[in-house]
């Protein structure tokens, strides 16, 4: 089942360590096939407020989206991001195509 690394980054500090954490990144995905689907685009507000930046990576697993997560390349550059944004980061599962919405009641 389609994983997906989700982040919600704020206060990023545009220098050197970011810029460098952005060329080195998607080498670590590769591995994992893992790609973005969102990176930080300015979302159109239709409700609320939304703090910050959003980024999506799919990944086809589980195995493979905490694989990257854990793995050595990425972990390297790791602090090249939390050291220069605030935020909140997570794996969650995807849906189904055929997926409705009151399946979350059973």
Request: overall charge negative; glycine content about 10%.
């Amino acid at each position: 089942m389609t994983h997906y690394a989700i982040a919600n980054l704020s206060n990023v500090r545009m220098g050197a360590e970011i810029v460098e954490y952005l060329e080195r990144i998607d080498a670590t995905l590769a591995p994992y096939d893992g790609h973005f689907i969102v990176h930080g685009n300015r979302p159109e507000h239709l409700e609320g407020e939304w703090p910050g930046a959003l980024i999506v990576i799919e990944f086809p697993s589980y195995e493979q989206a905490r694989g990257w997560y854990a793995s050595p390349a990425y972990q390297e550059i790791l602090p090249l991001r939390t050291g220069n944004s605030d935020g909140v980061t997570m794996i969650i599962e995807g849906v189904d195509r055929d997926h409705v919405a009151t399946e979350v009641l059973g």
